[in-house]
Protein backbone atom coordinates (compact mmCIF):
# COMPACT_ATOMS: atom_id res chain seq x y z
CA UNK A 1 0.00 0.00 0.00
CA UNK A 2 1.24 3.26 -0.99
CA UNK A 3 0.40 6.30 1.63
CA UNK A 4 1.54 10.00 0.56
CA UNK A 5 3.27 11.66 3.21
CA UNK A 6 2.43 15.12 1.70
CA UNK A 7 0.19 17.38 3.95
CA UNK A 8 -0.87 20.14 3.98
CA UNK A 9 -0.18 23.31 5.82
CA UNK A 10 -4.12 23.30 6.90
CA UNK A 11 -3.75 19.72 7.94
CA UNK A 12 -1.20 20.14 10.27
CA UNK A 13 -2.40 22.83 12.21
CA UNK A 14 -5.75 20.65 12.72
CA UNK A 15 -3.71 17.55 14.26
CA UNK A 16 -1.15 20.01 16.35
CA UNK A 17 -3.63 20.35 18.79
CA UNK A 18 -4.91 16.63 18.49
CA UNK A 19 -1.21 15.07 19.24
CA UNK A 20 0.24 17.23 21.72
CA UNK A 21 0.18 15.52 24.81
CA UNK A 22 1.02 12.63 22.77
CA UNK A 23 4.26 13.60 21.84
CA UNK A 24 5.25 14.16 25.92
CA UNK A 25 3.20 11.71 27.69
CA UNK A 26 3.47 8.61 25.07
CA UNK A 27 6.67 9.64 23.42
CA UNK A 28 8.69 10.38 26.31
CA UNK A 29 7.20 7.61 28.25
CA UNK A 30 8.86 5.23 25.43
CA UNK A 31 11.90 7.15 25.63
CA UNK A 32 12.36 6.44 28.93
CA UNK A 33 11.00 2.63 29.09
CA UNK A 34 13.53 2.12 26.50
CA UNK A 35 16.46 4.15 28.85
CA UNK A 36 15.87 1.91 32.02
CA UNK A 37 17.84 -0.82 29.22
CA UNK A 38 20.50 2.06 28.78
CA UNK A 39 23.76 2.58 30.89
CA UNK A 40 22.75 6.38 31.19
CA UNK A 41 22.73 7.40 34.91
CA UNK A 42 20.29 10.06 33.59
CA UNK A 43 16.88 9.30 31.65
CA UNK A 44 14.65 12.16 30.71
CA UNK A 45 11.67 12.96 33.14
CA UNK A 46 8.56 13.39 32.53
CA UNK A 47 8.58 16.39 35.13
CA UNK A 48 9.19 19.31 33.70
CA UNK A 49 8.54 22.56 31.92
CA UNK A 50 6.51 22.29 28.35
CA UNK A 51 10.05 23.74 26.83
CA UNK A 52 12.23 21.30 29.50
CA UNK A 53 9.93 17.97 27.61
CA UNK A 54 10.80 20.30 23.53
CA UNK A 55 14.06 19.78 24.46
CA UNK A 56 13.72 16.08 25.64
CA UNK A 57 12.10 15.86 22.70
CA UNK A 58 14.53 17.02 19.69
CA UNK A 59 17.08 14.66 21.72
CA UNK A 60 15.19 11.91 21.94
CA UNK A 61 13.94 12.62 17.86
CA UNK A 62 17.68 12.84 16.97
CA UNK A 63 18.69 10.03 18.53
CA UNK A 64 16.14 7.55 16.59
CA UNK A 65 16.17 9.27 13.05
CA UNK A 66 19.21 11.44 13.13
CA UNK A 67 20.87 10.19 10.06
CA UNK A 68 24.11 10.72 11.89
CA UNK A 69 22.47 9.39 15.20
CA UNK A 70 25.71 6.75 16.15
CA UNK A 71 27.92 9.80 17.12
CA UNK A 72 25.39 11.29 19.48
CA UNK A 73 26.30 11.03 23.59
CA UNK A 74 24.11 10.14 25.89
CA UNK A 75 21.34 12.31 27.29
CA UNK A 76 23.51 12.25 30.54
CA UNK A 77 26.25 13.83 28.43
CA UNK A 78 24.29 15.73 26.02
CA UNK A 79 22.04 17.20 28.58
CA UNK A 80 19.06 18.81 26.29
CA UNK A 81 17.89 21.14 29.03
CA UNK A 82 20.92 22.89 29.61
CA UNK A 83 20.51 24.93 26.25
CA UNK A 84 19.46 28.66 26.57
CA UNK A 85 18.55 31.71 23.85
CA UNK A 86 16.90 34.51 24.34
CA UNK A 87 13.39 32.96 22.91
CA UNK A 88 12.65 29.31 22.92
CA UNK A 89 12.56 28.61 19.16
CA UNK A 90 16.75 30.21 19.78
CA UNK A 91 17.04 27.78 22.59
CA UNK A 92 15.86 24.89 20.68
CA UNK A 93 18.22 26.10 17.60
CA UNK A 94 21.36 26.33 20.21
CA UNK A 95 20.38 22.44 20.92
CA UNK A 96 19.86 21.48 17.24
CA UNK A 97 23.37 23.23 16.57
CA UNK A 98 24.67 21.18 18.87
CA UNK A 99 23.61 17.71 17.75
CA UNK A 100 24.90 18.62 14.11
CA UNK A 101 28.38 19.00 15.53
CA UNK A 102 28.97 15.39 16.07
CA UNK A 103 29.64 13.13 13.44
CA UNK A 104 32.59 14.15 11.84
CA UNK A 105 33.38 13.48 8.03
CA UNK A 106 36.36 11.72 7.16
CA UNK A 107 37.47 13.31 4.19
CA UNK A 108 36.84 17.00 5.55
CA UNK A 109 38.29 16.17 8.91
CA UNK A 110 35.01 18.46 9.61
CA UNK A 111 31.40 17.64 11.14
CA UNK A 112 29.65 16.78 8.46
CA UNK A 113 27.35 19.87 9.20
CA UNK A 114 29.99 22.15 9.48
CA UNK A 115 29.00 25.62 7.95
CA UNK A 116 31.96 27.40 7.20
CA UNK A 117 30.05 31.12 7.12
CA UNK A 118 28.88 30.60 10.90
CA UNK A 119 30.85 27.53 12.50
CA UNK A 120 29.33 26.09 15.00
CA UNK A 121 25.73 26.32 13.38
CA UNK A 122 24.30 23.46 11.71
CA UNK A 123 24.63 23.59 7.61
CA UNK A 124 21.74 21.52 7.25
CA UNK A 125 19.44 21.29 10.89
CA UNK A 126 16.85 23.34 12.24
CA UNK A 127 14.15 23.98 13.77
CA UNK A 128 11.11 26.42 13.23
CA UNK A 129 7.77 27.14 14.03
CA UNK A 130 6.48 26.16 10.70
CA UNK A 131 7.04 28.51 7.99
CA UNK A 132 9.10 26.45 6.01
CA UNK A 133 6.27 24.12 5.25
CA UNK A 134 3.63 27.16 5.16
CA UNK A 135 6.21 28.64 1.86
CA UNK A 136 7.12 25.61 0.28
CA UNK A 137 3.23 25.22 0.29
CA UNK A 138 2.95 27.83 -2.23
CA UNK A 139 2.06 30.76 0.68
CA UNK A 140 4.64 32.91 1.01
CA UNK A 141 4.08 36.06 4.11
CA UNK A 142 7.28 38.89 3.38
CA UNK A 143 7.61 41.59 0.87
CA UNK A 144 8.69 39.20 -2.04
CA UNK A 145 12.52 39.99 -2.81
CA UNK A 146 15.79 39.30 -1.80
CA UNK A 147 18.91 41.33 -1.35
CA UNK A 148 22.42 40.43 -2.45
CA UNK A 149 26.12 41.93 -1.96
CA UNK A 150 27.55 42.19 -5.13
CA UNK A 151 30.90 40.11 -5.63
CA UNK A 152 33.44 43.26 -7.02
CA UNK A 153 32.62 45.24 -3.58
CA UNK A 154 31.84 45.86 0.30
CA UNK A 155 29.12 48.20 -0.69
CA UNK A 156 27.30 47.83 -3.24
CA UNK A 157 23.74 45.84 -2.27
CA UNK A 158 21.26 44.48 -5.22
CA UNK A 159 18.06 43.16 -5.58
CA UNK A 160 18.62 39.47 -6.86
CA UNK A 161 15.23 38.25 -7.46
CA UNK A 162 11.56 39.03 -7.34
CA UNK A 163 8.88 36.92 -6.74
CA UNK A 164 6.22 37.57 -9.43
CA UNK A 165 2.85 38.86 -7.85
CA UNK A 166 4.92 39.94 -4.41
CA UNK A 167 5.02 43.47 -2.97
CA UNK A 168 8.06 43.95 -4.18
CA UNK A 169 7.05 43.45 -7.81
CA UNK A 170 3.72 45.37 -7.72
CA UNK A 171 6.01 48.46 -6.53
CA UNK A 172 7.89 48.06 -9.63
CA UNK A 173 11.62 46.67 -8.14
CA UNK A 174 13.25 44.41 -10.65
CA UNK A 175 16.50 41.88 -10.34
CA UNK A 176 19.76 44.37 -10.23
CA UNK A 177 18.42 46.93 -9.36
CA UNK A 178 20.92 48.64 -6.31
CA UNK A 179 19.67 49.28 -2.98
CA UNK A 180 20.95 52.66 -1.50
CA UNK A 181 18.69 53.37 1.58
CA UNK A 182 16.46 50.96 3.89
CA UNK A 183 14.59 52.70 6.20
CA UNK A 184 16.49 56.20 5.64
CA UNK A 185 19.82 54.27 6.68
CA UNK A 186 22.03 54.44 3.67
CA UNK A 187 25.59 52.67 5.61
CA UNK A 188 25.36 48.93 5.58
CA UNK A 189 28.44 47.80 3.38
CA UNK A 190 29.25 44.61 4.18
CA UNK A 191 31.07 44.22 7.72
CA UNK A 192 30.90 40.25 8.24
CA UNK A 193 28.63 37.52 8.61
CA UNK A 194 27.23 38.49 11.88
CA UNK A 195 28.34 42.12 11.60
CA UNK A 196 25.20 44.78 12.73
CA UNK A 197 25.43 46.26 8.84
CA UNK A 198 24.44 42.97 7.23
CA UNK A 199 22.20 42.06 10.42
CA UNK A 200 20.45 45.17 9.74
CA UNK A 201 19.76 44.47 6.61
CA UNK A 202 18.50 41.40 7.59
CA UNK A 203 16.42 42.48 10.33
CA UNK A 204 15.14 44.74 7.83
CA UNK A 205 13.92 42.77 4.75
CA UNK A 206 12.92 39.41 6.78
CA UNK A 207 12.29 39.84 10.25
CA UNK A 208 9.78 43.15 9.45
CA UNK A 209 6.16 43.77 8.19
CA UNK A 210 7.25 47.16 6.57
CA UNK A 211 10.63 48.66 4.38
CA UNK A 212 11.19 51.34 3.15
CA UNK A 213 13.71 51.95 0.32
CA UNK A 214 15.46 53.73 -2.48
CA UNK A 215 16.79 52.06 -5.09
CA UNK A 216 18.59 53.19 -8.36
CA UNK A 217 17.10 51.89 -11.93
CA UNK A 218 19.14 50.55 -14.66
CA UNK A 219 19.03 54.06 -16.37
CA UNK A 220 20.64 55.70 -13.23
CA UNK A 221 17.28 57.42 -12.26
CA UNK A 222 15.88 56.69 -8.33
CA UNK A 223 13.07 55.16 -7.33
CA UNK A 224 11.59 55.25 -3.21
CA UNK A 225 8.64 52.99 -2.13
CA UNK A 226 7.31 52.07 0.68
CA UNK A 227 6.46 47.90 1.27
CA UNK A 228 4.43 45.84 3.85
CA UNK A 229 4.69 42.35 4.09
CA UNK A 230 1.64 40.13 3.02
CA UNK A 231 0.64 36.50 1.53
CA UNK A 232 1.21 35.86 -1.79
CA UNK A 233 0.79 32.63 -4.05
CA UNK A 234 4.51 31.72 -4.74
CA UNK A 235 5.20 30.77 -8.50
CA UNK A 236 8.12 29.79 -8.17
CA UNK A 237 9.06 29.63 -12.39
CA UNK A 238 10.43 33.30 -12.00
CA UNK A 239 11.18 33.88 -15.46
CA UNK A 240 11.31 31.20 -18.73
CA UNK A 241 12.05 32.13 -22.48
CA UNK A 242 13.45 30.38 -25.62
CA UNK A 243 16.38 31.67 -27.75
CA UNK A 244 17.10 30.96 -31.12
CA UNK A 245 20.51 31.19 -31.65
CA UNK A 246 21.01 30.31 -35.46
CA UNK A 247 21.56 27.47 -37.28
CA UNK A 248 18.96 25.22 -35.96
CA UNK A 249 19.77 25.90 -32.35
CA UNK A 250 16.96 27.19 -29.93
CA UNK A 251 17.71 27.34 -26.22
CA UNK A 252 15.00 27.18 -23.67
CA UNK A 253 15.43 29.26 -20.53
CA UNK A 254 14.31 28.45 -17.38
CA UNK A 255 14.15 30.25 -13.86
CA UNK A 256 13.18 27.81 -11.03
CA UNK A 257 13.37 29.44 -7.97
CA UNK A 258 12.34 27.12 -5.17
CA UNK A 259 10.60 23.32 -5.33
CA UNK A 260 7.48 24.05 -3.82
CA UNK A 261 4.67 21.30 -3.49
CA UNK A 262 3.57 19.60 -6.63
CA UNK A 263 0.62 21.49 -6.63
CA UNK A 264 1.98 24.75 -7.14
CA UNK A 265 4.87 23.83 -9.03
CA UNK A 266 3.82 21.21 -11.59
CA UNK A 267 1.72 23.46 -13.78
CA UNK A 268 4.32 26.18 -13.94
CA UNK A 269 6.93 23.60 -14.95
CA UNK A 270 4.63 21.75 -17.67
CA UNK A 271 3.65 25.60 -19.31
CA UNK A 272 7.60 26.15 -19.66
CA UNK A 273 7.90 22.75 -20.73
CA UNK A 274 5.07 23.13 -23.58
CA UNK A 275 6.12 26.37 -24.80
CA UNK A 276 9.69 25.28 -25.18
CA UNK A 277 8.41 21.61 -27.30
CA UNK A 278 6.66 23.95 -29.04
CA UNK A 279 9.74 25.66 -30.31
CA UNK A 280 11.65 22.79 -30.80
CA UNK A 281 14.54 23.71 -28.36
CA UNK A 282 17.10 21.81 -29.27
CA UNK A 283 19.27 22.98 -25.73
CA UNK A 284 18.39 23.78 -22.17
CA UNK A 285 19.63 25.95 -19.49
CA UNK A 286 18.23 25.53 -15.79
CA UNK A 287 18.54 28.35 -14.14
CA UNK A 288 19.12 27.52 -10.06
CA UNK A 289 21.67 29.81 -8.60
CA UNK A 290 19.08 30.74 -5.54
CA UNK A 291 16.85 27.65 -5.40
CA UNK A 292 17.76 26.25 -2.18
CA UNK A 293 15.66 23.10 -2.25
CA UNK A 294 12.34 22.05 -1.13
CA UNK A 295 9.77 18.99 -2.03
CA UNK A 296 11.36 15.94 -3.44
CA UNK A 297 8.54 15.20 -5.20
CA UNK A 298 8.93 18.44 -7.15
CA UNK A 299 12.70 17.65 -7.90
CA UNK A 300 11.72 14.06 -9.33
CA UNK A 301 9.06 15.66 -11.29
CA UNK A 302 11.50 18.25 -12.90
CA UNK A 303 14.09 15.28 -13.37
CA UNK A 304 11.46 13.51 -15.55
CA UNK A 305 10.36 16.62 -17.55
CA UNK A 306 14.31 17.29 -18.23
CA UNK A 307 15.15 13.24 -18.71
CA UNK A 308 15.69 12.14 -22.21
CA UNK A 309 12.39 9.48 -23.30
CA UNK A 310 14.66 6.61 -23.68
CA UNK A 311 16.16 6.53 -19.67
CA UNK A 312 12.17 6.43 -18.80
CA UNK A 313 12.11 3.42 -16.51
CA UNK A 314 15.26 2.86 -15.73
CA UNK A 315 16.32 3.94 -11.77
CA UNK A 316 16.84 7.42 -10.77
CA UNK A 317 18.24 7.13 -7.31
CA UNK A 318 18.38 5.28 -4.10
CA UNK A 319 17.76 6.47 -0.71
CA UNK A 320 19.30 5.24 2.27
CA UNK A 321 18.04 5.88 5.81
CA UNK A 322 19.83 5.11 8.88
CA UNK A 323 20.00 1.25 10.49
CA UNK A 324 17.49 2.19 13.14
CA UNK A 325 14.98 3.17 10.31
CA UNK A 326 15.77 0.01 7.98
CA UNK A 327 16.08 -2.23 10.70
CA UNK A 328 12.57 -1.28 12.10
CA UNK A 329 13.73 -0.63 15.54
CA UNK A 330 12.26 2.93 15.88
CA UNK A 331 9.76 3.63 18.25
CA UNK A 332 9.07 7.15 18.33
CA UNK A 333 7.85 7.89 14.72
CA UNK A 334 4.95 6.09 16.23
CA UNK A 335 3.95 9.52 16.99
CA UNK A 336 4.17 11.60 14.28
CA UNK A 337 0.68 10.55 12.72
CA UNK A 338 -0.58 12.68 10.00
CA UNK A 339 -3.71 12.29 7.74
CA UNK A 340 -3.28 11.35 4.39
CA UNK A 341 -5.09 14.32 2.12
CA UNK A 342 -6.61 12.05 -0.58
CA UNK A 343 -7.76 8.75 1.25
CA UNK A 344 -8.18 11.09 4.77
CA UNK A 345 -6.92 8.11 6.59
CA UNK A 346 -4.86 8.33 9.58
CA UNK A 347 -0.89 6.67 9.44
CA UNK A 348 2.37 7.16 10.80
CA UNK A 349 5.99 6.82 9.97
CA UNK A 350 6.64 4.36 11.98
CA UNK A 351 4.58 2.45 9.48
CA UNK A 352 7.05 3.00 6.95
CA UNK A 353 9.56 1.04 4.67
CA UNK A 354 13.00 2.66 4.76
CA UNK A 355 14.48 0.02 3.29
CA UNK A 356 17.00 0.91 0.28
CA UNK A 357 14.92 -1.41 -1.99
CA UNK A 358 11.68 0.47 -0.68
CA UNK A 359 12.58 3.77 -1.65
CA UNK A 360 14.21 3.15 -5.35
CA UNK A 361 12.91 5.75 -7.22
CA UNK A 362 12.56 5.38 -11.55
CA UNK A 363 12.67 7.76 -14.51
CA UNK A 364 9.42 8.31 -15.56
CA UNK A 365 8.83 10.56 -18.38
CA UNK A 366 6.95 13.65 -18.41
CA UNK A 367 5.52 15.31 -21.61
CA UNK A 368 7.20 15.20 -24.86
CA UNK A 369 10.10 17.70 -24.17
CA UNK A 370 13.31 15.83 -25.69
CA UNK A 371 17.02 17.24 -25.50
CA UNK A 372 20.10 15.57 -24.62
CA UNK A 373 21.81 17.85 -23.02
CA UNK A 374 21.57 20.35 -20.44
CA UNK A 375 22.85 23.37 -18.37
CA UNK A 376 22.50 24.22 -14.88
CA UNK A 377 23.75 27.53 -13.16
CA UNK A 378 24.18 27.22 -9.83
CA UNK A 379 25.79 29.37 -7.26
CA UNK A 380 26.05 28.46 -3.56
CA UNK A 381 23.20 29.21 -2.49
CA UNK A 382 22.05 26.06 -4.71
CA UNK A 383 20.89 23.82 -2.18
CA UNK A 384 19.57 20.20 -1.34
CA UNK A 385 16.66 19.68 -3.95
CA UNK A 386 18.26 21.26 -6.74
CA UNK A 387 21.51 18.86 -6.08
CA UNK A 388 19.32 16.09 -6.53
CA UNK A 389 17.54 17.17 -9.63
CA UNK A 390 21.35 17.53 -10.90
CA UNK A 391 23.03 14.24 -9.50
CA UNK A 392 20.44 12.42 -10.62
CA UNK A 393 20.02 13.30 -14.66
CA UNK A 394 24.22 13.60 -14.68
CA UNK A 395 24.26 9.66 -15.57
CA UNK A 396 21.91 9.47 -17.88
CA UNK A 397 22.19 12.66 -20.31
CA UNK A 398 25.07 15.68 -21.22
CA UNK A 399 25.11 17.43 -17.92
CA UNK A 400 27.34 21.20 -17.72
CA UNK A 401 27.38 23.15 -14.90
CA UNK A 402 28.29 27.32 -14.79
CA UNK A 403 28.44 29.24 -12.12
CA UNK A 404 30.29 28.88 -8.68
CA UNK A 405 30.11 25.68 -6.05
CA UNK A 406 27.02 24.52 -5.30
CA UNK A 407 25.93 24.73 -1.21
CA UNK A 408 26.83 20.86 -0.96
CA UNK A 409 23.68 18.86 0.68
CA UNK A 410 23.10 15.27 -0.74
CA UNK A 411 21.07 14.62 2.52
CA UNK A 412 17.76 15.52 3.27
CA UNK A 413 14.79 15.57 6.06
CA UNK A 414 11.14 14.28 6.88
CA UNK A 415 9.26 16.75 9.44
CA UNK A 416 8.98 16.00 13.30
CA UNK A 417 6.16 17.62 15.07
CA UNK A 418 7.15 18.50 18.74
CA UNK A 419 4.48 20.91 20.29
CA UNK A 420 3.94 23.04 17.92
CA UNK A 421 7.55 23.58 16.58
CA UNK A 422 8.82 21.22 13.51
CA UNK A 423 12.32 19.64 13.70
CA UNK A 424 14.13 19.03 10.71
CA UNK A 425 17.44 17.10 10.75
CA UNK A 426 18.96 14.92 8.41
CA UNK A 427 17.48 11.16 8.17
CA UNK A 428 18.77 9.94 4.86
CA UNK A 429 21.18 10.60 1.66
CA UNK A 430 20.27 9.97 -1.90
CA UNK A 431 22.95 8.45 -4.31
CA UNK A 432 22.22 8.26 -8.22
CA UNK A 433 21.71 5.61 -10.58
CA UNK A 434 25.89 4.81 -10.76
CA UNK A 435 25.96 5.48 -6.69
CA UNK A 436 27.08 8.87 -7.33
CA UNK A 437 26.53 11.02 -4.06
CA UNK A 438 28.78 12.46 -1.32
CA UNK A 439 28.81 16.06 -2.57
CA UNK A 440 29.12 17.19 1.21
CA UNK A 441 31.51 20.18 -0.08
CA UNK A 442 29.28 21.22 -3.21
CA UNK A 443 29.56 20.26 -7.34
CA UNK A 444 32.08 23.03 -8.55
CA UNK A 445 31.35 23.23 -12.24
CA UNK A 446 34.85 23.13 -14.46
CA UNK A 447 36.45 20.30 -12.07
CA UNK A 448 36.45 17.04 -13.73
CA UNK A 449 33.22 15.66 -11.86
CA UNK A 450 30.61 18.78 -12.97
CA UNK A 451 32.18 19.56 -16.29
CA UNK A 452 31.65 23.48 -17.40
CA UNK A 453 32.79 27.09 -16.35
CA UNK A 454 33.75 28.19 -12.95
CA UNK A 455 32.65 31.93 -12.38
CA UNK A 456 30.59 34.36 -10.20
CA UNK A 457 26.89 35.56 -10.58
CA UNK A 458 26.08 38.08 -12.15
CA UNK A 459 23.84 40.63 -10.25
CA UNK A 460 23.83 43.75 -12.40
CA UNK A 461 21.35 42.34 -14.93
CA UNK A 462 18.18 41.22 -14.89
CA UNK A 463 17.29 37.38 -15.80
CA UNK A 464 16.56 36.64 -19.37
CA UNK A 465 19.17 39.37 -20.57
CA UNK A 466 21.48 37.04 -22.91
CA UNK A 467 24.30 39.44 -22.18
CA UNK A 468 23.95 38.56 -18.24
CA UNK A 469 27.30 36.30 -17.65
CA UNK A 470 26.16 33.16 -17.02
CA UNK A 471 23.71 32.81 -19.15
CA UNK A 472 25.72 34.38 -21.71
CA UNK A 473 28.12 31.34 -21.33
CA UNK A 474 25.62 29.03 -22.41
CA UNK A 475 24.21 30.67 -25.18
CA UNK A 476 27.65 31.28 -26.56
CA UNK A 477 28.63 27.72 -25.86
CA UNK A 478 25.23 26.76 -28.10
CA UNK A 479 26.76 28.99 -30.42
CA UNK A 480 30.32 28.09 -31.02
CA UNK A 481 30.82 25.11 -28.35
CA UNK A 482 32.97 27.36 -25.95
CA UNK A 483 32.30 28.95 -23.44
CA UNK A 484 34.06 32.28 -24.47
CA UNK A 485 31.86 35.76 -24.08
CA UNK A 486 32.06 38.93 -25.58
CA UNK A 487 34.12 41.71 -23.23
CA UNK A 488 31.59 44.15 -22.18
CA UNK A 489 28.99 41.42 -21.52
CA UNK A 490 31.16 40.59 -18.36
CA UNK A 491 33.95 43.46 -18.03
CA UNK A 492 32.07 44.63 -14.35
CA UNK A 493 31.74 41.48 -12.25
CA UNK A 494 34.95 39.63 -14.22
CA UNK A 495 37.28 42.57 -13.50
CA UNK A 496 39.25 41.34 -10.20
CA UNK A 497 41.95 44.41 -9.84
CA UNK A 498 38.89 46.38 -8.86
CA UNK A 499 37.94 43.80 -6.42
CA UNK A 500 37.21 45.08 -2.53
CA UNK A 501 35.57 41.89 -2.09
CA UNK A 502 37.14 38.33 -2.20
CA UNK A 503 35.17 35.65 -3.43
CA UNK A 504 35.12 33.78 0.04
CA UNK A 505 33.71 37.32 0.96
CA UNK A 506 31.22 37.30 -1.71
CA UNK A 507 29.69 34.12 -1.09
CA UNK A 508 29.73 34.35 3.37
CA UNK A 509 28.07 37.47 2.71
CA UNK A 510 25.91 35.58 -0.17
CA UNK A 511 24.77 32.66 2.72
CA UNK A 512 24.34 35.37 5.71
CA UNK A 513 21.46 37.27 4.20
CA UNK A 514 19.95 33.61 3.09
CA UNK A 515 19.72 32.79 7.19
CA UNK A 516 16.31 33.02 7.31
CA UNK A 517 15.77 30.97 3.92
CA UNK A 518 14.57 27.98 3.64
CA UNK A 519 17.91 25.53 2.70
CA UNK A 520 16.65 21.27 2.27
CA UNK A 521 14.75 18.69 0.52
CA UNK A 522 11.82 17.17 2.65
CA UNK A 523 10.70 13.99 1.75
CA UNK A 524 6.91 14.27 0.72
CA UNK A 525 6.70 11.79 -1.80
CA UNK A 526 4.82 7.97 -1.34
CA UNK A 527 6.23 5.52 0.87
CA UNK A 528 5.46 1.74 0.77
CA UNK A 529 3.78 0.71 4.00
CA UNK A 530 6.25 -2.27 6.22
CA UNK A 531 4.70 -5.60 5.01
Not at 211 to 217: A, R, S, Y
Not at 404 to 427: A, C, W
Request: hydrophobic share 35%; glycine share 8%.
Amino acid sequence: MIINLAITSQLKRMKKTIYLLIIFSTGLAVSCKKSSKSPDPIAPSKVGSTLDLIKDSVYLYAKEDYYWYDALPTYAQFNPRSFTGTADIDALNNEVNAISQYKINPQTKLPYEYYASAPGEAKYSFIDNGEASTALNGVKGDFGFAPIYINITTTDLRVKYVYPGSPADLAGIKRGYRITAINNNTNFSYDGSTGPNVQFVINAYSNSNTITMTLVKFDGTSMNVSLNATNYAVNPVLYSKVYDEGNGHKVGYIVFNSFTSDAVADPRLNTAFNDFSANGVTDLVVDLRYNGGGYVSTAEYLANLIVPAAKSGTLMYNTYFNDVLTNNKESLLANQVRVDPTTHQSYNYAQFDYSVAGNAVKFSKVGSFNVSRVFFIITGSTASASELTINNLIPVMDVKFIGSTSYGKPVGFFDVDINKYQLYIPEFETKNSANQGGYYTGMTPGSSAYPGIQDLDDVTKEFGDPSEKLLAYALNYVKTGTYTVPTQGVASTNNIGLRSFSISQANSAARALEKNQFSGMIFNKPLKKRK
